[in-house]
C-alpha cells in the first residue's frame, strides 16, 4: 500500500486518491457490448456468452427445486444453523423497516392517500465467481420477502462444473426461494432485464457484483422499458480510521478482510498517530497464510495509507470518499461518527469488525460503491416497494380547491387545465 500525507495534496491529488479504477472503464465497454448483443439477439447471444464466459454447457439455466433441497439435505448441519441464525438476525432489523401509508385531507371534501405496493418482480444477483456469497443472497431476500415480493429471480454464476454452489443452493431453500438460476456476469443482468433464455423479465434488478455486472446494471436501467436498479454496487470498499490506541492486528484483520474479496477491491487507511510499521507487519504476516493470498495481494497493491493530521481531518478524508464500508477504530468512535454522513455503513471500535456486518449482524451488506453513498443508502424493505397515491373529491371538494388550480393553470397557461377543474365547479356547465 503506498503511503500519503493528507496536507502534502493538492485538491486534484486527494480527489485522485479515490477515483474510479482505469479497468471500470474497460469493463463498461465490454459490459455494454453483451447487453446490447443480448437485446438485438435474444436467447442465443445469452446462451453464447454464458458457453464463452462461465463455460456453460446445458439447455437451461433453471436449477431444479430437487437440486435445490438436495442440497440443503446434503450441507453440513452446523452450516445450517449458521444461516439460519443470520437469516434470523437479518429479519429481525429489517422487520422495523418498510414504508408506510396514510390518508389525509388536504381540503375539506379533498381525501389524498398513499398506498403502498410491493415491487412485482426482481432479480437478485449473488455473486459467486470466486467466493460463493451465502451472505449476499440473504440479505437480498429478506427484505424482499418482508415487503412481499411476488417473483424473486436469483441468479448465480456457475462453478467450473456448471453447477451453481451447493451452499447458495442451501441458502435458497431456508429461504423458500425455488426460482434460481445458473448464470452470471454481464450476460444474466441482460437476461433478467429483456426476459431472456428462460429467465424472467423483471421490474428491479438486485445484488453487488464485479466491475462488469456492475456497468450492466448502470446500463440496462437507462434503457427505454429498462429494470430500474438498486444502486451502484461494484467491487468492495473498506475505509478504516485508526489512531495511536487501535490493535495493529485488528486494523490488518479489517483491511484483508475487504482485499480479499476483489483485485480490485478499494482498500484505505487513514491514520492518526496509528503505528503504521506495526499495521503493515501484521499485514505481511496474516497475508502470507490468506488461501487468497493472490487476489488480496493484488488489492493491497492498489490500495493507500494516509497520514491525517488530526480527527476533524480524517472526519474529512472520509466525507470526500464516502466508502462503503467505514470503521472506526478510534478514541470515542460515536463522536467522530457523528460527523461523518457519507459512508454507506460504519463500525464502531475495536470489536466491530466489518465482517459482522457481512454476516449476521442484522443491518444490510449491499452497499452502494464508488462514492455513490453521498446519495444512495444500502438496500432496505423500502428498496423493495413503490408508493401509489390516490386523490378523491367530493363535489363540495372540487368547489373548495377549484379557485386554486384554476388561477395557477392560468398563470401557467395551461387552459385545458383550468376547464377540467372549472367544469367541476359549475357542475358542468360554462361559465
Known sequence: ???????????????AVFSVSPESDTARAAAIEIVEAIRREGDRAVFE????????TGTSFRVSP??????????????IAAMEAAIA????FHAEQGLGGYEIETWPGVTCRRRVDAVRSVGLYVPAGSAPLVSTLIMLAVPAQIAGVREIAVTVPPGPDGKVNASVLA?????????VYAIGGAQAIAALAFGAAGLPRVAKIFGPGNAWVAAAKSHVSTLPGGPAIDLPAGPSEVMVIADAGARPGFVAADLLAQAEHDPM???????????????????????????????????LSQGVIIEAADRGEAMAIAELACPEHLILQTDAPGELARDITTAGSIFLGAWTPESMGDYAAGPNHTLPTGGASRAYSGVTVEAFQRTTTLIEASREGASAIAPVVERLAALEGLDAHATAMRLRRTGGRDE
Open 66 to 79: 430437487a437440486e435445490i433441497d438436495a442440497a440443503r439435505a446434503a450441507a453440513d448441519p452446523e452450516d
Open 265 to 299: 477491491a478499494q482498500v484505505c487507511l487513514v491514520s492518526i498517530g496509528a503505528d503504521i510499521p506495526a499495521i503493515e507487519a501484521e499485514l505481511a504476516g496474516q497475508l502470507s497464510a490468506l488461501p487468497r493470498k493472490a487476489i488480496a495481494e493484488q488489492a
Open 49 to 56: 456468452y454464458a458457453r464463452r464466459l462461465d463455460g456453460f
Open 171 to 179: 441458502a435458497a431453500s431456508l429461504l423458500g426461494l425455488t426460482n
Open 1 to 15: 500500500m503506498k503511503r500519503v500525507i493528507w496536507k502534502e495534496l493538492g485538491e486534484g491529488a486527494r480527489a
Open 89 to 92: 438476525a437479518v429479519r429481525t
